[in-house]
């Protein structure tokens, strides 16, 4: 399975603020997506990121306030923009490997953000 | 939304196997079930997956039913360490392009000593 880290691994941030979560896998990957878990909730997609292109967003998350980057095959980042104590969550990363682990997905530990 | 149906806990005790039921009754022929844990506060662990066959690893073992409209995830000896919230998932099996993964609210499987 690929190895995969998260910048930072908690953060507290005022309202208004934007952070960026940096996810670093230790292989190239085809696809990475980002997750959002709110408190007490389960995990919901927010977005799909591919190489090379523009990240597929799912319903109810836009890109002026969830941009993402996808430069190369072992990296992405994900900025939380004017935040707002509702965004306060859990956010991670997955991998989609090629080869062996084509057909499955792994995770990284997650950011834990609370906006004041 | 999710296309599973999970009870909302279960407890077993140590030692003892622990058995997870999942109901995927809409499933589709080209749809295969995945199983996932989180620990508190940590990213969702892979566990196991399969389509129609059963399958075991070092972690579990899956059982699915003939008609594919349920499934049962199994560890063997429970220990404290394996209280999480399980989630049983359903979905095509790509080697490039895939969808992410869709998450039901799972079971949380509390062992006690």
Redesign the interface.
């Known amino acids: ?1 690929a190895v ?1 880290s998260q910048k930072p691994s908690r953060d507290i941030c005022q309202r208004g603020t934007s952070l960026t979560i940096q996810c670093q896998v230790d292989s190239q990957v ?2 990475m ?1 980002w ?1 959002r878990q709110q408190p007490g909730q ?4 927010i977005a ?1 990121a591919n190489q090379g292109s523009e990240a597929t967003y ?1 319903s109810g998350f836009v890109i002026d306030k969830f941009p993402i980057s996808r430069p190369n095959l072992t990296f992405s980042t994900l900025t939380v923009s004017n935040m707002s104590p509702e965004d306060s969550s ?1 956010y ?1 990363c ?1 991998v ?1 490997g ?1 080869g062996g682990s ?9 950011t ?1 953000l609370t906006v004041l | 939304d999710a296309k599973t149906t999970q009870p909302t806990s279960m407890d077993c005790a140590e030692g003892r196997a622990a058995n997870l039921p999942c109901n995927h009754s809409t499933i589709s022929g080209n749809e295969y079930v995945y199983w996932y844990r989180q620990i508190h506060s940590q990213g969702p662990q892979y566990i196991i997956h399969g389509l129609k066959n059963n399958e075991t690893n070092e972690m579990a073992s899956l059982i699915i039913t003939e008609d594919r409209k349920s499934s049962t995830l199994i560890l063997p000896h429970a220990t404290l360490r394996d209280t999480a919230v399980y989630y049983c998932i359903v979905r095509v099996r790509s080697g490039g392009g895939a969808d992410g993964l869709t998450f039901g609210k799972g079971t949380h499987l509390i062992i006690q000593p």
């Open positions: 399975s995969i085809t696809m997506f997750y389960s995990l919901t997609l799909t799912e859990i991670l997955s989609e090629r084509a057909d499955t997905q792994y995770f990284g530990p997650g834990r």
